[in-house]
C-alpha cells in the first residue's frame, strides 16, 4: 500500500500524531489529577473529624443513670463469684496448713468490697483530669489539636505536587484518618466495657490463683485512659518540634511555616508518621504501664529481700505464727491436747538431741598419749 505521509503531507501527518499524543497525555493527566485532587480533599475531611472526635464524640460520662444500672446489675451477679472465690481460697490453705493464706483470703474480700465500691469514681475523676491536662497542654502551645495537626496536612499544599503522589498520599492519609478515629471509638467503647467489669476485676483478689485479674484490669484502665495525652503530645509537640511553632518565647519571633513544594511534602510525611504513633498510642501505653509495673514491683521485692530488718521481721512473724497455732489448738482441743503437743514438741528436741550425739559418736575417738617405757636392764641398774 501506499504510504500518504510522504513529501508535504508528512508535516501534516506528524502535527496530527504530535497533537493526539499531546491530547491523550492531558486527558490522563486531567483523570489523574481528578482522582488525586479527590484523594485529598476526602482525607481533609476524614481528618477534620477524626481530630475534632478527640475532645467531641469521644468524651466518657461515667456518671450517667444507664451506665450505673448496669454496674449494680454486674456487682450483684458478682458477690456469688466473690463468696466461690473466698471458700476455695479458705479450702486451699486448711488443706495445705497455711494459716497466712486465711489472712489473704480476708484482706482479698477487703479489696473486692472497697475496690468495686471507689472503681467508677476514681476512674470518672482520672478521665476528667486527663481532659483538663490534655487541654493545659494545647492551651500552653496555643493551639488545638486540630491547629497543630494542621501544620502537618496541608491540604492547599499537596495539590500542588504531582498526581501519583496525591493519589498515594491521600490513600494513606484516608486510612490513617481512619484508623485514627476508631483508636478513639475503640478507646472509649473499651473503657465503658472494662470499667462495667470491675467488680469481677476485683473479685479475683479473694484467691490466690485470681489476683492477677485486678492487676490487668489496673493496667488496661491506665493504658487507655493515658492514651489520650500520648496522641495530644505526639501532634501538639510534634508540631513545636517540627515546625518550629508552639509558645511563644519572648524575644523571639515565631518561624515561619514552609509553604508548598518539597516542605509541604516533607511536612506531610512527619505527619503521616506522628499519625502512626497516635494510632499505636493505646498499645504504647499499655506495654509502659504494664513495663514500669513490673520493674517497680521488681525493685520492692529486691529491696526487701535485702533489708536485715525484714529479716529479723520475718522470723519473728513465724516465731508468732507457731506460737499462735499452739494457742489456737490449746483453746480448741483443751489442755490435754496441748500438752501432747509439748509432749510431741520435746520428743521431737530428744530424738534431735540423740541424733546429734550419735552424730558425736560416729566421730573418731583422739587416742591417748603414751608416754616412753625405759628398757629392762635400765630398770634393775638402778634397783
Not at 490466690?208 to 487507655?224: P, S
Not at 550425739?357 to 587416742?367: D, E, F, K, Q
Amino acid at each position: 500500500m501506499a504510504d500518504v505521509c510522504i513529501g508535504p503531507a508528512a508535516f501534516v501527518c506528524n502535527l496530527s500524531s504530535g497533537a493526539a499524543g499531546a491530547a491523550q497525555g492531558a486527558a490522563s493527566d486531567y483523570v489523574l489529577g481528578g482522582l488525586g485532587g479527590s484523594f485529598i480533599s476526602g482525607a481533609a475531611q476524614l481528618g477534620e473529624m477524626a481530630l475534632a472526635a478527640l475532645d467531641a464524640t469521644t468524651s466518657i460520662d461515667l456518671g450517667a443513670s444507664w451506665f450505673s444500672a448496669n454496674v449494680a446489675v454486674v456487682a450483684a451477679i458478682t458477690l456469688p463469684v466473690l463468696v466461690g472465690l473466698f471458700v476455695i481460697q479458705v479450702l486451699t490453705s486448711v488443706l495445705r496448713h497455711e494459716p497466712g493464706g486465711l489472712v489473704r483470703a480476708v484482706v482479698g474480700v477487703g479489696k473486692a468490697v472497697l475496690g468495686a465500691t471507689i472503681a467508677l469514681g476514681v476512674t470518672q475523676l482520672v478521665l476528667t483530669a486527663v481532659d483538663e491536662i490534655c487541654r493545659y497542654i494545647a492551651a500552653a502551645a496555643g493551639m488545638t489539636v486540630a491547629e497543630a495537626a494542621a501544620r502537618f496536612f496541608d491540604f492547599a499544599a499537596l495539590a500542588q505536587i504531582a498526581p501519583a503522589l496525591q493519589l498515594l498520599l491521600g490513600l494513606a492519609l484516608m486510612l490513617g484518618f481512619i484508623l485514627l478515629w476508631g483508636v478513639l471509638l475503640f478507646r472509649k467503647a473499651a473503657l465503658i466495657l472494662i470499667v462495667v467489669f470491675a467488680p469481677i476485676a476485683f473479685a479475683g483478689s479473694a484467691w490466690d490463683q485470681t489476683r492477677v485479674w485486678t492487676r490487668r484490669w489496673l493496667e488496661l484502665v491506665a493504658a487507655l485512659v493515658f492514651s489520650k495525652v500520648v496522641i495530644v503530645v505526639a501532634f501538639v509537640i510534634g508540631a513545636s518540634a517540627f515546625t518550629g511553632t508552639g509558645p511563644t518565647v519572648p524575644g523571639h519571633a515565631e518561624p515561619a511555616a514552609g509553604a508548598g513544594g518539597l516542605a509541604g511534602l516533607s511536612d506531610a510525611l512527619v505527619g503521616l508518621l506522628l499519625l502512626a504513633i497516635a494510632i499505636w498510642a493505646p498499645w504504647l501505653t499499655w506495654r509502659f504501664v504494664h513495663w514500669s509495673g513490673m520493674e517497680a514491683a521488681a525493685t520492692m521485692h529486691s529491696a526487701v529481700a535485702a533489708n536485715p530488718i525484714s529479716k529479723v521481721a520475718r522470723g519473728t512473724a513465724t516465731t508468732g505464727r507457731y506460737a499462735a497455732q499452739q494457742a489456737v489448738m490449746s483453746s480448741v482441743l483443751g489442755p490435754g491436747a496441748a500438752a501432747a503437743g509439748a509432749a510431741r514438741g520435746a520428743a521431737g528436741s530428744g530424738a534431735a538431741s540423740g541424733a546429734a550425739a550419735a552424730n558425736v559418736a560416729h566421730l573418731p575417738t583422739p587416742r591417748p598419749a603414751t608416754r616412753a617405757v625405759p628398757p629392762a636392764g635400765s630398770a634393775k641398774e638402778q634397783r
